[in-house]
């Protein structure tokens, strides 16, 4: 669907869980208040929503959360979704700590791509980061992601903790053919209390191990990343960097939080309600709720004026 600025608006993001068993200090450090049961969406209800985006013209799907594989009965959710008239691609993020069990029947499914959120190449500095001593599961899930073919992304991003990271992760890209991208840390959440280094430092330490690394002008997904290819990696670089190259006039999502919001944009915590229209005998179709949502998408985001920022809720929250 074209909103009120011309963009076509063919992706949703869904948030399945607010929860995730890892602290990413810019994240949830200290967790989430728990939200009941009863407060979060049935597959049911998302399934009921993703049919109506679908007419609506949103035909890309990613799964995401807290969390999304601490759910139970995310497979035959995104199966359902996956078999859904109109759905063209289901992706999902997660960060790979409970991925293993999972990866023979996301192939079997056809899951069209799993982003893996990984914030250091090794256990220490992941641990320092996440809280978590997972690491070793984080790699063997991005290994055999990579091995039964199914297309693996890698999603670090910038902070303080990880500039001696950059390399090592990057390095992935020339080990497997993987996508690596950076993503520039958001004002959101707890994001907006910590400083974090530019992309363009990031870039600068990529440039002196390979020097031939230069934009590529091509599409390998339906988000805003920017990519970046050098002969020497197998995989692309990416750079999802919102802030220094905001891409707000061409962005094509929206978001459904678990407790049921359609978030038309990051920055504002502003939406539509789509729970309480399914769970009340209201005659306002779901339909038009959403399309208006849609329509109504704000132009771009606030990110570098901190005050115009209405969105207080946390990442894990919302769902990237
Ligand atoms: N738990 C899953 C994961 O980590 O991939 C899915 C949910 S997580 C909220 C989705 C993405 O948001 C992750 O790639 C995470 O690194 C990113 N993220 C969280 N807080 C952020 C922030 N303040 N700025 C930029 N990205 C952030
Ligand atoms: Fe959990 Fe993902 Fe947030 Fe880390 S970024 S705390 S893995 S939801």
């Known amino acids: 669907m074209i909103d009120q600025f011309g963009r076509n608006i063919d992706y949703l993001r869904i948030s399945l869980t607010d929860r995730c068993n890892l602290r990413c200090s810019y994240c949830m450090p200290n967790g989430v208040c728990p939200v009941s049961h009863a407060e979060i969406l049935s597959y049911e209800e998302i399934l009921c929503i993703c049919k109506e985006a679908i007419a609506l013209g949103i035909t890309h799907f990613k799964v995401t959360g807290g969390e999304p594989l601490v759910r139970k009965g995310i497979l035959a959710f995104l199966q359902q979704l996956k078999s ?106 707890e994001g907006a209390t910590l400083s974090a280094p530019s992309p363009k430092s990031a870039r600068e330490q990529l440039l002196s191990v390979w020097p031939d690394l230069h934009p590529v002008d091509e599409r390998r997904g339906f988000g805003p990343a920017r990519y970046e290819q050098s002969a020497a990696l197998l995989g692309r670089i990416g750079w999802i960097d919102a802030l220094s190259h905001s891409f707000c006039a061409s962005c094509n999502r929206i978001r459904l939080t678990s407790t049921g919001l359609l978030k038309p944009c990051l920055c504002y915590g502003e939406g539509r309600d789509l729970r309480r229209l399914l769970r009340s005998d209201n005659q306002e179709s779901l339909r038009e709720a959403m399309a208006e ?20 809720r946390k990442m894990a929250e919302i769902g990237g």
């Open 293 to 312: 949502a849609i329509f109504a998408k704000p132009a771009a985001h606030c990110f570098q004026e901190q005050n115009a920022i209405t969105e207080h």
């Open 84 to 189: 859904l008239s109109g759905c063209e691609t289901v992706t999902l993020t997660s960060n790979g700590t409970l991925l293993n069990p999972f990866l023979k029947e996301l192939r079997e499914i056809g899951i069209d791509g799993i982003n893996i959120s990984l914030d250091a190449a090794n256990a220490v500095v992941f641990a320092r980061i996440t809280g978590s001593s997972l690491y070793e599961q984080v790699f063997s899930a991005l290994c055999n992601s990579v091995a039964c073919g199914i297309k693996t992304k890698i999603n670090c991003v910038l902070l303080a903790e990880n500039q001696d990271q950059i390399l090592p992760l990057a390095s992935f890209a020339q080990q497997f053919p993987v996508d690596v991208r950076f993503i520039e840390l958001m004002p959101i959440g």
